[in-house]
């Protein structure tokens, strides 16, 4: 069982930044890889980005591609994700998500409003 809590949503104008982070319980979350959703009001949850275990790979949804990067530091149970050049677009709940593989997602944190004003 992994538990999971985002941090860091908030407000920003369009072309800031934001770093969101994810903390993981547990002793084995090297193991899982973690991935970002996001759901905008009145859309499908959809996929940003995944990260393996180790850290080596990393996949990304082309919306957000040269612009987010996601990272994450096993040895404090946290993944992140830094948002830069933000756009109007990129308003919605942001949830991590930790799977067996980058293309799974088993457990889900309580997601992090970001809101990006034009």
């Not at 072309?15 to 759901?39: D, E, I, K, N, P």
């Not at 994450?72 to 830094?82: E, V």
């Not at 949830?95 to 034009?118: K, L």
């Amino acid at each position: 069982q992994v538990q999971l809590v985002e941090s860091g949503g908030g407000l920003v104008q369009a072309g800031g930044s934001l770093r969101l982070s994810c903390a993981a319980s547990g002793r084995t979350f090297s193991s899982y890889a973690m991935g970002w959703f996001r759901q905008a009001p009145g859309k499908e949850r959809e996929f940003v980005a995944t990260i393996s275990g180790s850290g080596v790979n990393t996949y990304y949804a082309d919306s957000v591609k040269g612009r987010f990067t996601i990272s994450r530091d096993n040895t404090k149970n946290t993944g992140y994700l830094q948002m830069n050049n933000l756009k109007a677009d990129d308003t919605a709940v942001y949830y991590c998500a930790a799977g067996h593989t980058t293309t799974t997602a088993d457990y889900w944190g309580q997601g992090t409003q970001v809101t990006v004003s034009s």
